[in-house]
């Protein structure tokens, strides 16, 4: 649906500057060459974006299957941390040397 709506706004955007004629050729080009840049830049950031957060799911994934996640040098495992599910932040757990230390999951591999 995304696709579809994305395609009539591009098509109302030509429209609009086949019809405006008061700018010239140079001009339009210029216009849809910064329009194009725009669109690709917000690809390329959602893609990264989508890449990100499937990395970081992968990790809380690993967590909740009781395997030790290494995180920016340090191990996080169920014993010693929970998963906040809410932020995916990693809490340390009571009587534990990492009591009240918070671990983004976003940093772990």
């Known amino acids: 649906m995304a696709y579809i709506f994305g395609l009539i706004v591009v098509g109302i955007f030509f429209l609009a500057l086949h019809y405006y004629t008061e700018l010239t050729k140079s001009q339009k080009l210029g216009v849809t060459a910064a329009f194009f ?20 799911l992968m990790v809380v994934t690993k967590f909740q299957q009781n395997k030790t996640v290494h995180c920016n040098a340090k191990e996080v495992n169920m014993t010693n941390y929970d998963l906040s ?9 009571e009587n534990t040397p990492f009591y009240g230390e918070m671990i983004s999951a976003a940093s772990c591999e």
């Open 37 to 56: 840049s725009i669109v690709i830049g917000a690809i390329a950031y959602n893609a990264y974006s989508d890449t990100q957060r499937e990395k970081m």
């Open 85 to 93: 599910v809410g932020t995916y932040t990693f809490i340390g757990r």
